[in-house]
């Protein structure tokens, strides 16, 4: 049995519609280069409203010039830079600002890896358990949390009269008002974006390739140093440069703990602006901690992800 071929007339219709469909573009796809900025101006001009703009007066603020008796004159100059530039004290609170900064950040990897690695070993229900009370300071204020470190830390509080009662101590230590309380206080605060970045990662890893070098005779320590960690670092890396762009530009817990004794750059810049006034400066104060920050956590995200760009992929 054939089948019969359709009538000349029907062939030529089916090729004339066949042409004008190759034709004609699609409607949906006919600027696809310009589909993903207009499904995403919203998102931007919302960044644009609530972070550029801020950003770009603040730096503009920057340039302006002020005096006791007028005020903020309409002068645009570099004398506010060149005054912290000049002066040692500036020098001074940025190197304590990330002095903190990095110290937290150490303190918050050892603490946050190993919390990760063993989270992950764990079995439900604990593993939510114990995951919720890692993760719990995120749901509570940081104002808050901060509060419970001043009460904790403070010579008559719950750590300097334990330490006391067992006789560690014979007189109470100083943790308020000095950079151990605000370590510590920022250390626990950050621990938790450690843990979720290197439980990411961890979350990754094949469990038979522990297995395979289980059976060929290496050691947990080995297994742990050799195949573990290469492949879980780039999330240690990640978390770590969280925690330090959050912890050199922290405000409520260096205000708290730290008080007007230890000054950082978002507490001098907070001063700069609400106590002497002088808005120029606290903006050019606020502008080189932006500025600083986002160069040094650039550069390494920059490190890291050409140093693991093949774990990225």
Sequence with gaps: MTLDAPPPSDRNRMDHDTTIAATVPPRLGASPGLAPYLLSAPALAVLATLLVVPLVATALLSLHSFSLYKGIENVYNFRNYADIFSDPYFYRIYARTFRIALIVTVLAVLLGAPEAYILNRMRDPWRRICLLLVLGPLFISIVSRTLGWALLFGSTGVVNQALMAVGAIDSPLQFMYSETGVVIALTHVLVPFVVISV???????????????????????????????????????????????????????????????????????????????????????????????????????????????????
């Design 199 to 313: 439980w990411a990662s961890l979350r990754r890893l094949d469990p038979h390739v522990e297995n395979a070098a289980v059976s060929l005779g290496a050691g947990p320590a080995t297994v742990l140093r050799r195949i573990v960690l290469p492949q879980v670092m780039p999330g240690v890396l990640s978390g770590a440069i969280i925690v330090f762009a959050l912890a050199a530009s922290a405000f409520a817990t260096p205000a708290i703990i730290g008080g007007r004794r230890l000054q950082v750059a978002a507490t001098l810049a907070y001063d700069e602006f609400l106590n002497t006034l002088n808005w120029p400066l606290g903006a050019a104060i606020a502008v080189l901690l932006v500025v600083a920050n986002v160069v040094i956590v650039v550069g390494c995200n920059r490190l890291i992800e050409r140093r693991y760009a093949r774990v990225f992929e």
